[in-house]
Nanobody, 127 residues
Framework: QVQPVESGGGLVQAGGSLRLSCAAS????????MGWFRQAPGKEREFVAT????????FYADSVKGRFTISRDNAKNTVYLQMNNLKPEDTAVYYC????????????????????WGQGTQVTVSS
């Protein structure tokens, strides 16, 4: 399986915004739930947001609810994470991943551990 490729990270001041992109390969992209996760220095990787195969259902970690928005464009095999009102505690490497079976729920993907990850994209929020 080829891992998705994340992009769009950078350095931003607290209160600012960034939009991350995740480009995936394969003609079956539209059948899989996709998710964003992040790992801060010295911490375990954590769930951020997931989106269903059609984009009709989303699920967020409490820490980002109301500030982050996950979306997808199945025609472009791409998932996005719009991050607004960023805080220093959002500083992390952000990764996206595809669930391993099609048409899973957004909640179930949020609880899974995945054995393979892409390189991620660094987000740094200064205070």
């Amino acid at each position: 399986q080829v891992q998705p490729v994340e992009s769009g990270g950078g350095l931003v001041q607290a209160g600012g915004s960034l939009r991350l992109s995740c480009a995936a390969s394969g003609h079956t992209f539209s059948t899989y739930t996709m998710g964003w996760f992040r790992q801060a220095p010295g911490k375990e990787r954590e769930f951020v947001a997931t989106i269903s195969s059609t984009g009709g259902s989303t699920f967020y970690a409490d820490s980002v609810k109301g500030r982050f928005t996950i979306s997808r464009d199945n025609a472009k095999n791409t998932v996005y994470l719009q991050m607004n009102n960023l805080k220093p505690e959002d500083t992390a490497v952000y990764y996206c991943n595809r669930d391993r079976t099609p048409f899973t729920s957004v909640q179930s993907m949020s609880r899974k551990n995945f054995g393979s990850w892409g390189q991620g994209t660094q987000v740094t929020v200064s205070s």
